[in-house]
C-alpha cells in the first residue's frame, strides 16, 4: 500500500516522504487481539502531526513511521464481537497509520459514519468532535442556556466547540485574529465573534450580561488571565490545548475571589480506558448530526502525497487552516 512515512525529525518541510509498504496486520496496540482494518477514503491531519515532524508530541514512534491519527473509510474486516462488518462507512481513530491506504484501528475507536457526512468530514469527527463533546459535557459540565466562549474558534477543535456547544443549547462567541476567520466562525454558527487583537474580553462580558459560563480554550499563551476575568460567577474555563505555544500560569486568588475554576480537558488520556463513554460520546454527536447542529467543516484538502501532506502540515504550523485539514486517499 501507498503510505507516507515521517522518516526524520526534521519539521513539516523535510521529514515525510512516500512509501510502499505491506499492508497492516489486523491487531492493533490497544487491541492486540484484533482491530478494525479500514480502506481509508480520507485522513484527518492535526497540531500533533506537525509536532510529530519535530520529535515534540507524547506520541512518539523512533522514524520511519506512518502518522496519521483519524481517518474515514470503509471496513475491510471487525474482529469478532463488534457491531461492524465489512463494507461499513466508518469514521476511525488508528492514532497513527492514518496517512496510508489502509489503517487499523481499536474498534472501541470506530464509529459508524452517517450518511450525511462525507469522507472529508468524517476525518474530521473524532479528534475535534469526541474532545469538543467531552471537554464541554464531561469536564466543563455546560447545560443549555449558558454561554459559552471558545478561542481559536475557526480550528479544528474551536469549530466542533461552536456547533456542539450550540447543538445542545447554548449560546457561543468565537473568539478568531482575522476577518476570514470570522467568517469560518459565523459558518460554524457562532451567534457572536470577537477578534483576539481587539478589546475582545471587554465584548464578551457585555454580550454575555456580565460573563460567560465557559471559556474552552484551545490557544494558552498570553489571553488566558483575561479568560479568567471575562468569566461570570461560577464560571468554568477549560483548557483543551496551547496552540500560541506557551503554558499560562494561574493566580489561583483569581479563582477564590470570583469563584470561578481552571478545569484541565485530556481527551485521549481519558477515553482511552473507557470504551462505554467513547461510544456514549458517538451516539451523542449522532443525534447532533442527524439534528443537523453538527457538519464539521473542511477548510483544506490535499493529495496523499509528500507535497501534499507537506503543504497540510505547513497550513497548519503557520497558523492558516481554518477547520479540518485533510488528506484524500480513495
Ligand atoms: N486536550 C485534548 O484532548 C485535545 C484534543 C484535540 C486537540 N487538542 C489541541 O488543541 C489545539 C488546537 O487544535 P486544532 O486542531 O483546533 O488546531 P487549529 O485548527 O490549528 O486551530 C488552532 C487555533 O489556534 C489559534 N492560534 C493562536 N495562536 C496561534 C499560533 N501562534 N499558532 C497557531 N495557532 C494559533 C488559531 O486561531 P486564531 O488565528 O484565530 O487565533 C488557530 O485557528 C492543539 O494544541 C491540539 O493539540 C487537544
Do not use: C
Not at 19 to 31: I, V
Not at 247 to 258: A, D, F, G, S
Not at 284 to 308: M, Y
Amino acid at each position: 500500500m501507498r503510505a507516507i512515512e515521517i522518516f526524520d525529525l526534521s519539521g513539516p518541510e523535510t521529514a515525510l516522504r512516500e512509501a510502499e509498504l505491506p499492508e497492516p496486520e489486523p491487531s492493533h496496540l490497544l487491541t492486540p487481539g484484533g482491530g478494525v482494518v479500514v480502506e481509508v477514503e480520507a485522513a484527518g491531519v492535526s497540531f500533533p502531526e506537525v509536532l510529530q515532524t519535530r520529535g515534540e508530541y507524547q506520541v512518539r514512534p523512533p522514524p520511519p513511521f506512518v502518522p496519521g491519527s483519524e481517518v474515514a473509510g470503509t471496513v475491510r474486516s471487525a474482529p469478532e464481537g463488534s457491531d461492524l462488518a465489512p463494507g461499513d462507512r466508518v469514521a476511525a481513530f488508528p492514532m497513527l497509520g492514518g496517512f496510508a491506504e489502509v489503517a487499523v484501528a481499536p474498534a472501541f475507536l470506530t464509529f459508524p459514519l452517517p450518511d450525511a457526512l462525507d469522507w472529508r468530514q468524517g476525518a474530521g469527527l473524532i479528534l475535534n468532535y469526541h474532545t469538543a463533546w467531552f471537554a464541554l459535557v464531561v469536564r466543563g459540565r455546560m447545560r443549555a442556556g449558558e454561554t459559552v466562549l471558545v478561542h481559536g474558534a475557526a480550528g479544528g477543535v474551536g469549530t466542533a466547540s461552536i456547533q456542539v456547544a450550540k447543538g445542545l443549547g447554548a449560546r457561543t462567541i468565537a473568539v478568531v485574529s482575522s476577518g476570514a476567520k470570522e467568517d469560518v466562525a459565523r459558518a460554524a454558527g457562532a451567534e457572536e465573534v470577537v477578534r483576539s487583537d481587539g478589546e475582545w474580553r471587554e465584548e464578551a462580558k457585555e454580550l454575555s450580561g456580565g460573563g460567560v459560563d465557559l471559556v474552552l480554550d484551545p490557544v494558552g499563551g498570553d489571553r488566558f488571565t483575561d479568560s479568567l476575568r471575562s468569566l461570570a460567577e461560577g464560571g468554568r474555563l477549560v483548557v483543551v490545548g496551547f496552540t500560541a505555544g506557551s503554558i499560562p500560569e494561574v493566580k489561583v486568588n483569581r479563582l477564590l475571589l470570583n469563584n470561578t475554576e481552571v478545569i484541565g480537558a485530556g481527551w485521549g488520556a481519558y477515553v482511552i480506558s473507557k470504551p462505554d463513554l467513547n461510544g456514549k460520546i458517538a451516539a451523542e454527536l449522532a443525534r447532533l448530526i442527524d439534528a443537523g447542529a453538527v457538519r464539521p467543516i473542511v477548510g483544506a484538502s490535499f493529495p496523499l502525497t509528500v507535497a501534499g501532506a507537506s503543504e497540510a502540515l505547513r497550513l497548519i504550523d503557520g497558523r492558516g487552516a481554518t477547520g479540518k485539514v485533510v488528506l484524500d486517499v480513495g
